[in-house]
């Protein structure tokens, strides 16, 4: 067990935090206030290799770890923890066509995901299923060569700019069995959404998604049929750390943020540091960081190492540091009293921006479910 990172561990986090530094945290909170989708920066992102992070290189991707990819969403999410997260979730739609895409959709798909030439969506959630996203409702009928796809995502990040979407739907209603497909922005019948209005996440678009007799060639299966619904959550297992890896940037940037502001406020006639009560909540912000961090570093070996444990650690990490990530970007707004509240600073941005990570990929309470029924087995119930 090495709590270090290695040289070339740290390279890369010192690739992504230059780059984070330079071309995304200037331009965040303008992004943010005119909800721009920052697609050069994207772009940009991509030549570093950051939207195939753990793509193996023969196909295009970056050849890295789940432990990287960790590591460089913290970085980028220390800027924008919107735009990271949109990056995080372009990378787990990669990764679904590395490990189930045939040859020919891999060969098709993978340059361009790598590239960002096209941006791409995931589509598990409808309006009447988000937790209990088995009863998805979206039918995919088989006719000749061809599936027919009919039905509508609700909350689809990149949904209406994305180019590609992985569509999980019902192939066998009486047996319940989900496949996933791909489906391309010009397919007839696909149509969105107006962009939702949001408390955060504002440099990404997020819009619903329907199907209305999109006929979509067979060859456009993702995996085996049947075998979406376990591709779905499989990705998610990685979506989980990579959300969590998001939300320790915002709460790292928060609190250096914090700890510079409380050695320059002064109030009765001192910086507001020299208070130990204040000095305390900062102790503990640090520390919670530091345990939510080596959770997902935790999570993130267990899965590069394909793990049994891994979608339990990845429900734990996922749960623990995003509720401490957000918890810590709401003290560090309160450490900075009036002047937190105020867009002149970015904590709030940070605030709004992590609020969801408790929410999607899984809620927090989803994540003690799961966390409960790996611990109680077939009890649970
Ligand atoms: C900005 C944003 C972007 C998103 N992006 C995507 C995306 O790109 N692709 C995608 O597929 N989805 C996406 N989602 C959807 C997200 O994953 C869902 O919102 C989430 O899974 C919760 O589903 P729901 O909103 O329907 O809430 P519900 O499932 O209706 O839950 C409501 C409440 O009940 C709780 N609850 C439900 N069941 C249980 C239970 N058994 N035990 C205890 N508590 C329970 C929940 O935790 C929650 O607090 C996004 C959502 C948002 C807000």
Request: aromatic share 8%; net charge neutral.
């Amino acid at each position: 067990m090495n709590f270090q990172l290695d040289e070339n561990m740290l390279a890369i986090q010192h690739s992504a935090r230059l780059f984070a530094e330079k071309e995304i945290l200037p331009y965040a909170a303008e992004w943010d206030k005119k909800k721009i989708f920052p697609v050069d920066c994207l772009r940009q992102a991509a030549s570093l290799g950051f939207a195939s992070i753990y793509i193996r290189e023969e196909l295009h991707g970056s050849g890295l770890d789940r432990l990287a990819a960790a590591v460089i969403f913290e970085e980028l999410a220390a800027a924008c923890p919107s735009t990271a997260a949109y990056l995080s979730i372009h990378n787990m739609v990669s990764g679904m066509i590395e490990s189930a895409g045939t040859p020919a959709q891999q060969s098709k798909w993978l340059p361009l995901l790598a590239t960002m030439k096209i941006f791409s969506s995931y589509c598990l959630t409808e309006p009447g299923s988000g937790s209990d996203a088995a009863s998805l409702k979206t039918r995919a009928e088989k006719r000749g060569n061809q599936y027919c796809l009919n039905g509508t995502k609700a909350f689809i990040s990149g949904g209406g700019h994305s180019d590609f979407y992985i569509v999980m739907a019902k192939t066998d209603i009486r047996k319940g069995a989900i496949t996933a497909f791909i489906v391309e922005k010009n397919t007839p019948g696909l149509s969105f959404g107006k962009p939702e209005q949001k408390l955060g996440w504002n440099s990404q678009p997020t819009a619903m998604v329907f199907l209305e007799n999109c006929l979509i060639p067979a060859e456009n299966m993702l995996g085996k049929e049947g075998e979406g619904f376990k591709l779905a959550l499989k990705a998610l297992d990685g979506g989980r750390i990579n959300i969590a890896a998001c939300s320790l940037g915002a709460a790292r940037a928060s609190l250096e943020h914090t700890t510079n502001y409380m050695k320059e406020r002064q109030q009765f006639g001192k910086p507001i540091a020299a208070f130990q009560a204040l000095q305390f909540r900062l102790a503990d912000m640090a520390t919670q960081l530091e345990a939510a961090r080596l959770m997902v570093h935790k999570a993130a070996c267990l899965m590069d190492n394909q793990h049994p444990e891994t979608t339990k650690m990845a429900a734990m990490a996922k749960r623990f540091a995003t509720d401490i990530g957000f918890a810590i970007c709401d003290e560090a707004l309160q450490l900075h009293g009036g002047y937190g509240y105020l867009q002149d600073f970015p904590i709030e941005r940070y605030l709004r921006d992590t609020r969801v990570h408790r929410i999607l990929e899984g809620t927090n309470e989803i994540m003690r479910l799961i966390i409960a029924r790996q611990i109680l087995g077939k009890f649970h119930d």
